[in-house]
């Protein structure tokens, strides 16, 4: 790689040394250096002492900060005139250290210059500038702080209160199915006794064994049934075991029904048992029933936790690389499934996806936030009653995700005003007024694409908009 030659004009074509005087610029010719890196070579390390304040000349940049013991990308560039390292050089703060890693994506060309110096230079060249960034430097540093505290509280508030709650259902469906499950194994070895009291011949045995088998396997392709179906059948079982001198059938006819038995399937029994065994026959088979489909509630509930433990990680993308290109829907499902609870039966979700949209490059778990915010307050607009309709579509160069719901409306003023910071409609108590704050930092800063709201009575529509490829940030 080639160094450019350092002088006046080409520095006034960077935007950052544009307005400044012929003196100015000879001090920064004086100062500075053309140094070149080729790809992959790491720059900069986050946390070391912040000596040099970087231009970038060509080439293209990403940067790193360090979260949770792994490096988070947080920035691609390959803008001419982009700048990074110390960059509060101007801060009165002797000891500054670097905020994050740099990295060459591609071979590029960075100017230098010494961060100590130049700050000092800078303060005298641009005295009422100075003052002014250190104030809006510690401004913003103190509420992006607030901001980036209560956004990672409401992401894990979100996910941990809808997960519990999901999870709690087949969590205590397995635990009544487990405990139900060990009083019919009892009863199973109780009339297992019973029956070998009785001699039975070992074919006649093997044919009661043969029959367990069959109605078994019947168990789980057994047809849903309506009410009236579950009744009538019931109904008719009962009447059977009735007929051939069973005592207490109708406790029995609902195990039986549940396990898609009819009394056609009672006659089979009997036809292998015979009339002796039939008391005996019928209920081991009940007890076999009935713990086959403990042991299905079991595997169901079970499934239920490990399908809502992986519709958690989705969410929250601990066990992924946080910028990778992904499928939007994955990220729509996930959010569904940890607010299950909160949008309730009284809301019905419609899903438009269009399953042939490409993969985006995003930061995944962020966009899961964003679809919490705009999903969450769509329900809340509804009050418990509605739709919630979630729409892929492409768009340009871009694609869609719309998130609509039938609530009465957003007001042209409040319009205006729903994406900006603390403001919010919600009684005292109920709103922080950062959702959509944050949906938009992290749609339009983070990922260069756009977020607009569409609103009537009956019908509002967020569009969120995310560009199909990679781009550079500033």
Not at 93 to 120: G, K, M, N, W
Not at 236 to 246: A, S
Not at 325 to 331: E, F, K, L, R, S
Request: aromatic residues 8%; glycine residues 8%.
């Amino acid at each position: 790689m080639s160094e450019p030659i350092l002088t006046r004009e080409f520095l006034r074509e960077l935007f950052l040394f544009t307005s400044l005087s012929d003196e100015q610029l000879d001090w920064i010719l004086a100062h500075a250096k053309a140094e070149s890196y080729p790809a992959g070579t790491k720059i900069i390390a986050e946390g070391d002492p912040a000596t040099c304040f970087y231009v970038l000349l060509s080439g293209a940049l990403r940067m790193t900060k360090t979260v949770g013991g792994g490096e988070v990308e947080t920035t691609r560039s390959d803008q001419r005139g982009a700048y990074c390292g110390a960059t509060q050089f101007f801060y009165n703060q002797h000891y500054q250290r670097y905020a994050a890693s740099i990295y060459a994506v591609s071979d590029l060309t960075f100017l230098t210059l010494p961060a100590e110096e130049f700050a000092e230079q800078f303060r005298g060249w641009f005295p009422m500038a100075t003052h002014l960034l250190e104030g809006s430097y510690l401004g913003w540093r103190n509420t992006d702080t607030l901001i980036g505290s209560r956004r990672r509280l409401m992401a894990l508030g979100e996910m941990s209160a809808g997960l519990t709650h999901e999870l709690n259902n087949p969590a205590a469906a397995a635990v009544r199915a487990t405990a139900a499950l060990r009083e019919r194994v009892a009863g199973m070895r109780h009339k297992l006794a019973i029956l070998a009291k009785k001699d039975i011949e070992p074919n006649l045995l093997e044919q009661l064994l043969d029959v367990q088998e069959r109605l078994v396997k019947q168990v789980a392709s057994a047809p849903p049934l309506t009410a009236m179906q579950q009744a009538d059948r019931e109904d008719e079982i009962g009447d059977w075991l009735e007929d051939h001198g069973l005592e207490q059938g109708w406790d029995l006819a609902p195990i039986f029904v549940s396990a898609g038995l009819t009394a056609q399937s009672m006659d089979h029994v009997l036809e292998s048992v015979g009339d002796s065994l039939l008391d005996g026959a019928v209920r081991w088979l009940g007890y076999a029933l009935e713990t086959e489909m403990l042991m299905g509630e079991i595997e169901d509930s079970t499934t239920r936790i490990s399908a809502l433990v992986g519709a958690a990680k989705q969410y929250s993308q601990m066990d992924r690389a946080p910028h990778q290109w992904i499928d939007v829907h994955d990220g729509l499902d996930s959010t569904l499934v940890m607010l299950a609870s909160k949008i309730g039966g009284g809301v019905k979700v419609v899903k438009d996806y269009d399953r042939t949209l490409p993969t985006v490059p995003a930061y995944a778990g962020e966009l899961n936030q964003v679809w919490t915010n705009l999903i969450d307050n769509a329900v809340g607009a509804m009050a418990g009653s509605g739709t919630l309709t979630i729409r892929t579509a492409p768009s340009g160069d871009r694609l869609l995700v719309e998130i609509g719901d039938t609530g009465p409306g957003i007001s042209a003023e409040h319009k205006q005003r729903i994406f900006e910071p603390f403001f919010t409609t919600k009684p005292v108590g109920e709103g922080t007024g950062l959702g959509l704050d944050i949906s938009w930092r992290i749609v339009v800063d983070r990922h260069h694409g756009d977020l607009r709201v569409e609103s009537k009575p009956g019908q509002t529509r967020f569009q969120v908009l995310l560009p199909l490829t990679e781009q550079a940030s500033e």
